[in-house]
């Protein structure tokens, strides 16, 4: 019966996520996806250090806004410290044929889970920097010549 | 050609000629100073020679600057390489750049000193690599539409231009190159077979050994250049085919070249298609030249029909924001043409480098797998689409051109300017709809420092958008953010990439960039990435010296990131971690000073600058300065990518 009832939990939690999916992916394809809130264990300053030195902002920029793979609104894999920290541990464990400029796999010999911690609590300081289009006057202007391009 | 016998050089011949017109030579020598007194060089110590002779009366006056030449009658009235040059000038080059060989002496004489005026199209142009050189008539011709001159220095200027070659072969840009061949000189700077050297990856190549064979060789040589595939060409010239006295010779009516055409039943057809569409779609690819992309908006405005481009991609392509371009009101296309693109029900395509390589790579090194079946071929077609007819696309428009306006009925003109029109408002809508989500991708990271790539792009925009501009280098790695912030309308608005992929290409794309600029009130962006930069950076002051209009920006990043970004992963693979990915992939400790860099050539400029509120009006001067005629250099401290 605990399995029953977990199983009908997770059903119940699968409908909502699906009714919930069309929203989320949006605001993940257009960058407006808010930041988690889930708790932070890990210390920050040590994870700025890690960010660094693992060179994470070779592809999530140095404030995690650009880049390949920008976080910030875009924040995928990092719902919460778990999440991230599997995510770290399940990239490709087998030699590509061709150079690869995906993901790499941080397992736990390399990156313990308290320094992947450390890593998500700096990650998670990341914030959108990037003011409203209305205050950015060079962007706009760009925009508004095109809609009066003839 | 016939081989003159009047103008045969054989080695000895010339020798013989030499020393019989040797009576002014006989008088210099008798005004250089004592065999004796030249010899210190012979090893022995200095110390140990008792006593130097005291310097002759002539050797003081020479010290002096009073001396006065001999009187020496001028053996050589015509030398055989006036006539090269005037050869190349009437071909309409504009340009020859080389990096000083005593193996072309006669034609760098001819190139700075015969004409009125002299050294004027074609201008010399010093390199201060012979990559450098190539790479310059690289970007020159992707944003003429037409070769350039370089000149190498024998064996060894031929091995360090190889790499530019290939690039300019794999990118099918036209370069016209002139080697010497000084045989008697430096033995490790000749060859039997020069252009061997890098005959796999060159259209044409011929060694000449008559100064009529040179004239016909330069013609030829420019003519394979420009013929689709476009590529590199070679003639090697010997010392005595550019130094021998041809009073006699003419140079050789010039023949253009003939291009392979589509026949006028595929024209007459294609014609009768496109107007009898209701919604026709053409795509275009690149062409070879200005009046090609000419061309293929005349057809399209003809016919009315929503056109595609490559110009975000490369040069010679439909104009960006052209009101036909874009996706037009319907994508339900019931008629595609091609034009050097595949995949359409109508495909016009050159031949790639497969139709050359098995004659040329006769060794089977099988660059880039070309030699391979299936490799270096056209583009996989899609669904309703025709095998492409090889043919030159640009030389084909007119025919199908003339066939449009023959076949062009009252009725169907009405119906085209309709649709033209509902094509203009919904690529229009499209294009504000499109910049829209790039300035969304842009903003982010606006304030960042160090300064987004975004930012530099966007910021260049308001600064150049009504000067004529050309942005030289690859944008690929800089995020590619010119291709919606910016409107690429002009053959030469965005050069694309670098051919193979090869780094130490966008300065001297530039630089060549520059040079077709300088006269055409044009200036020239560089987003300049720092590892490409330190190939071969004296090209910089080939910019300063020849005070082309070229702005460098650099995406000053400090390292390879690509590279970085893979042993990144493969450490992550074999569970190393990553902390050691730096090694060997990053330029830091010390970080390179590029304004000081630019300073060392003569290049004004300005930075580090980190901070993004300073970046405009860095840039504001940097395109103040081009304007002059000054490049400039921007050390932006930039996001990796």
Redesign the interface.
């Known amino acids: 019966m605990k399995n029953a009832i977990g199983d009908w939990r997770l059903a119940i939690g699968c409908l909502v996520l699906a009714a919930g999916l069309p929203w989320a992916v949006n605001a993940q394809q ?2 407006s996806a808010p930041a988690p809130t889930s708790p932070v264990t890990g210390n920050a300053t040590s994870g700025k250090a890690l960010y660094y ?3 994470c ?3 999530h ?3 995690g ?4 793979r ?1 976080f ?2 875009r924040w995928g894999h990092l719902a919460n410290e778990r999440e991230f920290v599997t995510f770290l541990r399940g ?6 044929v061709i ?9 736990v ?3 313990p889970d308290k320094r992947a911690k450390d890593l998500y609590a700096y990650i998670r300081t990341f914030k ?4 409203p ?1 209305k205050d ?1 006057p ?2 706009d ?3 508004d ?3 009066h ?1 003839k | 050609m016939a081989k003159s016998q009047k103008t045969s050089v054989g080695r000895r011949g010339f020798l013989k000629n030499a020393a019989a017109s040797a009576a002014g030579a006989a008088a210099l020598a008798t005004s250089t100073a004592p065999a004796e007194a030249q010899s210190t060089g012979s090893g022995r110590d200095a110390a140990s020679t008792p006593s130097v002779p005291a310097p002759t009366e002539k050797q003081l006056a020479r010290e002096a600057g009073s001396i006065q030449p001999p009187v020496a009658v001028r053996s050589i009235t015509r030398p055989a390489s006036d006539l090269m040059v005037q050869a190349i000038r009437d071909l309409g080059i504009e340009f020859a750049a080389a990096n000083p060989g005593s193996s072309f002496e006669g034609l760098q004489e001819s190139f700075i000193n015969y004409g009125d005026p002299p050294n004027v199209k074609p201008e010399w142009i010093t390199a201060l690599h012979e990559e450098s050189a190539v790479t310059m008539a690289h970007g020159y011709a992707k944003a003429e539409g037409k070769p350039m001159v370089a000149v190498l220095h024998g064996t060894i200027g031929i091995q360090h231009a190889a790499m530019s070659i290939y690039q300019a072969y794999y990118d099918r840009v036209p370069v016209v190159m002139l080697a010497g061949n000084d045989v008697d000189f430096i033995p490790a700077h000749t060859a039997h077979d020069m252009a061997g050297l890098v005959r796999s990856y060159t259209k044409w190549d011929a060694e000449p050994q008559t100064v009529d064979a040179a004239l016909t060789a330069i013609h030829r040589a420019y003519n394979e250049a420009i013929t689709p595939p476009l590529g590199p060409t070679l003639v090697v010239l010997s010392s005595e085919v550019q130094k021998v006295n041809s009073p006699n010779v003419r140079i050789p009516s010039y023949t253009p070249p003939q291009f392979t055409t589509i026949d006028s039943t595929t024209a007459k057809e294609i014609a009768k298609n496109l107007l009898a569409a209701q919604n026709p779609r053409i795509a275009v690819g690149r062409l070879r030249t200005p009046e090609g992309v000419e061309r293929a908006v005349e057809l399209a405005e003809l016919v009315g029909a929503s056109t595609g481009t490559a110009a975000t991609q490369g040069p010679m392509s439909f104009p960006q924001r052209h009101a036909l371009c874009g996706p037009g009101a319907d994508k339900g296309y019931d008629y595609t043409l091609g034009l050097e693109t595949g995949g359409a029900q109508a495909s016009i395509t050159g031949p790639g480098l497969a139709k050359i390589a098995p004659t040329r790579d006769t060794t089977n090194i099988d660059f880039g797998g070309i030699l391979r079946p299936g490799r270096g071929g056209f583009a996989p077609s899609r669904e309703k689409s025709a095998p492409p007819v090889e043919a030159d696309a640009e030389a084909s428009l007119p025919l199908i051109i003339d066939e449009v306006k023959r076949q062009l009925t009252p009725e169907q003109k009405a119906r085209i300017q309709e649709r033209a029109a509902r094509h203009a408002s919904a690529n229009h809508d499209a294009h504000v709809a499109a910049l829209e989500q790039a300035v969304e991708k842009a903003r982010p990271g606006w304030n960042s420092s160090p300064i987004s790539t975004a930012r530099i792009y966007a910021e260049l925009w308001p600064l150049i958008m009504n000067e004529d501009w050309c942005l030289a280098s690859p944008s690929n790695f800089s995020g590619g953010h010119n291709a919606q912030l910016w409107e690429h309308n002009k053959p030469y608005s965005y050069l694309g990439g670098q051919g193979a992929g090869g780094m130490g290409y966008g300065a001297p794309a530039a630089v060549g960039a520059g040079l077709a600029a300088k006269a055409r009130n044009r200036i020239v962006i560089n987003v300049q990435t720092d590892g490409d930069l330190n190939y071969a950076p004296g090209v910089l002051w080939s910019a300063v010296h020849h005070k082309l209009p070229v702005l460098t920006v650099m995406h000053n990043n400090r390292a390879w990131h690509q590279e970085y970004m893979f042993i990144q992963y493969m450490a992550g693979v074999r569970g190393r971690g990553a902390e050691r990915a730096i090694i060997g992939n990053t330029l830091r400790d010390p970080f390179i000073d590029y304004t000081k860099m630019a300073a060392g050539y003569g290049m004004a400029g300005e930075g580090p600058i980190s901070d993004p509120t300073k970046l405009q009006a860095a840039l504001r001067r940097g395109v103040a300065s081009v304007k002059r005629g000054e490049p400039y250099m921007i050390d932006a401290i930039t996001q990796p990518r």
């Open positions: 257009n960058g030195s693992y060179g902002y070779a592809c920029g140095y404030g806004e650009t880049g390949a920008p910030v609104g990239r490709a464990n087998v030699a590509p150079p690869s400029g995906s993901m790499p796999n941080f397992s010999e390399t990156l959108s920097t990037g003011p289009l950015i060079t962007l202007a760009i925009v010549a095109a809609k391009e």
